[in-house]
């Protein structure tokens, strides 16, 4: 089947911005996406869109997807809303790379957007909770962060995970999130700070939990078939995978994996003929701190129950052997819901176009964005290359690697 | 790009269930598509799950998706909820055609369901208001009743389509539920009743408006590579097509048709290099009587302003020149939203493989499904067509019948 490309990628700023609509916030994405497009892409161009968003606080809950597009002009273009909780522009985007796949169309249109700001703490907790499983979990008073809490306390009784290990997801992700013009929390923050922060489900505190946000993000995927014309520096699609699982956090056998990420992150590394080892960065799912950490382990960036001491490490700061949410992540770019899977992709274009300004990784081959609804009912993963390394030279790098790794055991 | 099949389908009975859940209804139906594939299929050679389903009243917002297929023990399996108001199913199927194209499935489930009827009216109003265009028609009190009775009185001024011609789709449409064990009002109307039903949005009466459903229906749509394995009598996806449009209607150029269903019915017979006048019957989006007249002009079955005449001539009856609705429609089968699209495509699955009992139509060849979402912000067409009759003998079959037509005029 032909391949995909990432030919433009944009966000709006991540934020509360009271004097903007869900709309407005959108065409600001949408804007950006087409404007990066290195020969340019018009809005008549685009065959089809896929749009994910939760509910947009129940103001408009059908045709939310169409609602935006034809807010930019696309109004006679076939558009199609997935959701899949906080999944739902990660899914947008897989869906996006299987239509032009399909044959079915060229270029495609993948976008999120939220707005969350604005709501009442008791209408967020509903509209948040509702992405929850309801019968078992949200009916009987289980919120997000009390899920991700029981998560994050398994870790830390079986694997000796500590809370400061989890304050050091904070601590990376907002010195990342400082240098990024776009995070809604873009100011560094101390060890201390995050340590000292007021508990919200114990043992996560403030600092262990991503902001409700307003924002959208939008991403251009074409066609093998007429990349050369949006670009000469071609970003392919290399790798897809997706997973689902109960979306009761209570019916599953572990509490310290998502096996949907394990699933997605399998699926994508095979198909896109790569390992872990391979990547030069990654944007991973940080709602809460501990969901950063079991992504290492997930996606195979260490061991199981390796996580603690692999943040410690270093590893996964800019600068490091994997830098992991360069953009700020969840945490401090912000968590606009159904616009951060698509949000994620906007970063792992900027890095590999070298566009990322204080924040870029040196030079940049493969980047992988991983994007988890709920509390693992769904996930996504996708894998990103530049095209003048393809798939037969990153074997040869990988190989390269491999040794480099063996002299230096 | 490879051809997708569909290979099974089945439903659930539509209606009011205060003893179900929306995921045993999903069950149901899941059970009645596998247990219809002629060779079998079991639920382990799914590779991906597509579901549509509007906001399930609330109770399961997000991953609304995985929700259902976690319950018939898919809770491995990719899945993804897809929203397009009305047509959700209708664009599930369609993304399920794309998935099987990519390359990146064999074997897809491509369902939908909704729970209605345990709502207040109020609740009804929300829910359903919320497909709609929020700011200028929701808001503002308009119903989607009120926005069909609209489109009714435009094309009644403009073409001098009557009340009686309405009344004639309820009519058809109630004498072909009858035949549906599955059908929610499945009982015959007389001419009289529907006239003299009591007005709900002047010009369209309660015989005009379809009821409020619950019920879930799915498909099973499989790749070209893998087809034999299941059936000995393949039905191939020969056409699809989308389109979008505006979400309100204020903001559209006519009343008088639906453009979304225009583009959505241009790309299908494109596709399928068929014509209308090659389909042997079709299941059009009749949530109000006006509807399925739109959809007769929209889709080429007659010239524009001419849907009157058409109904009225007997054409669109069982047994006439193109049966539309022999399922019953959304008027006597039912509209459990979510479930609807999919639910057309129950029906196709049914009378190209001879099982539609009382109301199977004589051989037939291709069938169409149609379905729109809201008033025509999104609109989604499929044609199947038995695989013995490839598009090189349709063609001919297509000529003769045009010779026919040539010698009888």
Chains 1, 2 share one sequence.
Not at 92 to 120: C, N
Not at 185 to 214: I, R
Not at 343 to 359: H, N, P
Request: include cysteine; charge should be negative; aromatic fraction near 6%.
């Amino acid at each position: 089947m032909r391949d995909a490309y990432l030919v433009g990628a944009g966000q709006s700023a991540y934020g509360a911005f009271p004097e903007e609509s869900y709309r407005s916030l959108f065409q600001t994405a949408f804007e950006e996406a087409t404007e990066s497009v290195p020969n340019g892409l018009e809005a008549s161009e685009i065959d089809e869109a896929v749009i994910g968003t939760l509910g947009v606080g129940g103001r408009q809950l059908g045709l939310s997807g169409p609602a935006v597009t034809e807010y930019v002009g696309l109004d006679g273009v076939p558009c199609t809303r997935v959701e899949n909780a906080c999944a739902a522009s990660g899914f947008a985007v897989r869906q996006a790379v299987q239509a032009v796949k399909s044959g079915m169309a060229d270029v495609v249109l993948a976008g999120g957007f939220e707005i969350m700001t604005d709501m009442s703490s008791d209408a967020t907790k509903y509209w948040l909770g509702v992405s929850g499983e309801t019968e078992w979990e949200r009916l009987s008073g289980t919120t997000f962060s009390g899920v991700y809490a029981q998560m994050a306390s398994v870790h830390m009784e079986k694997y000796g995970t500590t809370r400061e290990q989890l304050s050091r997801v904070a601590v990376k992700n907002h010195a990342n999130g400082a240098k990024n013009p776009h995070a809604q929390l873009g100011f560094e923050c101390s060890l201390e700070d995050a340590q000292s922060a007021p508990v919200v489900a114990d043992p996560l505190n403030l600092y262990h939990c991503c902001p409700t946000s307003d924002g959208a993000a939008c991403a251009l995927i074409v066609s093998e078939d007429v990349v050369d014309e949006y670009t000469d520096d071609p970003i392919r699609v290399a790798g897809v995978g997706a997973g689902s699982d109960t979306v009761g956090l209570f019916e599953r056998d572990s509490y310290t994996g998502v096996p949907a990420s394990q699933r997605a992150g399998e699926t994508a590394y095979e198909m896109a003929d790569l390992e872990p080892g391979d990547l030069d960065f990654a944007e991973v799912h940080d709602c809460f701190a501990i969901a950063e950490l079991l992504a290492y382990e997930d996606l195979g960036f260490c061991e199981e129950g390796e996580a603690g001491p692999f943040i410690e490490s270093g590893a996964t700061e800019l600068g490091g052997e994997l830098p992991v949410n360069t953009s700020g992540g969840l945490k401090s770019k912000g968590h606009p819901i159904g616009a951060t899977g698509a949000g994620q992709v906007v970063e792992a274009y900027k890095q590999l176009s070298g566009k990322a300004g204080d924040r870029q990784v040196d030079d940049p081959v493969r980047g992988l964005t991983h994007n988890v609804g709920g509390s693992g009912g769904a996930a996504v993963v996708h894998i990103f290359e530049r095209e003048e390394h393809s798939s037969s030279k990153s074997s040869s790098a990988r190989g390269a690697r491999e040794r480099e790794s063996e002299v230096s055991a």
